[in-house]
């Protein structure tokens, strides 16, 4: 009974801890600053109108956090598979999914340049302007 009331104990102690085991009073904790603001917008072509938002650049930002970002303001809904942020991919964006067979993919740029690498770290910095558009990859 001692061991599972000390057991009991130290369980309660570790949710008042991150993982590094610093508390998570305010003292200890850093909030994230907005270093500036990003563009991003999603194309769906087809005559459908494109949406625009304006969001928050920390410094740790990257194509698929800015798409987050934009998604909660602008209330629209995405779908991505992979758990690490180099698998990111990114499979519907507004209810349109890629199409595999017919080529056609949700493809993301960066001030113009095509992206070379997995929204997830792909980092953006303050000014930049994401497109995420729906067509087929042809890299330049």
Known sequence: ???????????????????????????????????????????????RESIQSEVDCMNDSTVF???QAASDRA??????TGVLKGDKFITSIGGVKNLAGDGKNWIYR????????????FAVKPQDRVVWSFGKYEPE
Not at 75 to 80: D, G, L, P
């Open 110 to 121: 960066v001030n113009g340049e095509l992206g070379d690498k997995g929204a997830g770290v």
């Open 75 to 80: 209330e629209f809904v995405f779908e991505s």
């Open 1 to 47: 009974m001692a061991k599972l009331l000390v057991f009991a104990a130290l369980l309660a102690l570790s949710g008042c801890a991150d993982s590094a085991g610093v508390g998570t009073s305010q003292q200890n904790s850093t909030p994230d600053l907005a270093i500036g603001t990003v563009q991003v917008e999603i194309m769906f072509g087809s005559g």
């Open 65 to 67: 956090s800015v798409l």
